[in-house]
């Protein structure tokens, strides 16, 4: 039973172009939400997080907007770049954001042409 | 600042042989946690460390996989016997402590991991 979604494997933007990522959840307890890219051969780094008691993080480039009702969330980049290409990890947790508990989805590989 | 040191990066075993694999967190991160991430999956939870003691190991399989943190630094992940399934990367990732708080952001700090293949 997956709790934490990615229902699209991947992902094609032209650079200067804004980039969606989509996630969905399960579990209403989740209380916290990050999102991870991951280079090859490389581990996964932070880029965004946001709190259940909010619905919009932004962060430069990276937005990340949480809809609780719907149990969705999205990363927006804008405008996208070709360094931005990665697989990017939507992740969850609960409990006051205990991130031991971190649920992580399939990932979603985002390709930037130039 | 040095990252999470992992090794080694790669190992290939004949099933029913052990593995062991090495992670030295970024100092002062009293939380270390290990994952497995399967190909085309995300990282699964196999056990969480707060210092050297163990928080979270439910995911663990405790019949073949086990981990211990001497010390509070340095972790070690071993798997006695290897099975098939077991072909992954192990990421190990630590954090400064668990939890969200003021000017924290919980965020977890992943090494490069170790690819293990089982044949």
């Known amino acids: 039973d997956q709790q934490v979604k990615q229902n699209s494997p991947s992902l094609s933007v032209q650079e200067g172009r804004i980039s969606i990522l989509n996630c969905d959840y399960t579990?209403?307890?989740?209380?916290?939400f990050l999102w991870y890219k991951k280079y090859p051969a490389e581990g996964p780094t932070f880029l965004i997080s946001?709190?259940?008691?909010?619905d919009k993080n932004e962060d430069g480039r990276f937005t990340v907007f949480l809809n609780k009702s719907a149990k969705h969330l999205s990363l927006h980049i804008v405008p996208s770049q070709p360094g931005d290409s990665a697989v990017y990890f939507c992740?969850?947790?609960?409990?006051?954001?205990?991130?031991?508990?971190?649920?992580f989805g399939k990932g979603t590989k985002l390709s930037v042409k130039p | 600042e040095a990252g999470v040191a992992q090794s080694p990066r790669y190992k290939i075993i004949e099933k029913r042989q052990s593995v062991a694999f090495w992670c030295n967190p970024i100092?002062?991160?009293?939380?270390l946690y290990w994952y497995q991430q399967i190909l085309g999956q995300g990282p699964k939870l196999l056990i969480q460390?707060?210092?050297?003691?163990?928080?979270?190991d439910s995911q663990l399989p405790k019949d073949r996989f086990s981990a211990e943190r001497l010390k509070g630094v340095d972790s070690t992940l071993k798997i006695q016997p290897a099975k098939l399934e077991d072909s992954a990367v192990y990421l190990c990732?630590?954090?400064?402590?668990?939890?969200?708080?003021?000017?924290?952001?919980?965020?977890?700090?992943f090494g490069e991991g170790s690819r293990l293949t089982v044949l």
């Open positions: 990732a630590s954090s400064l402590s668990p939890g969200v708080y003021w000017g924290n952001t919980g965020e977890l700090f």
């Open positions: 579990n209403s307890m989740f209380d916290y």
């Open positions: 946001i709190s259940s008691i909010k």
């Open positions: 992740a969850a947790s609960a409990g006051g954001g205990s991130q031991g508990n971190l649920i």
């Open positions: 100092s002062g991160h009293a939380t």
């Open positions: 460390f707060q210092n050297n003691g163990v928080v979270d």
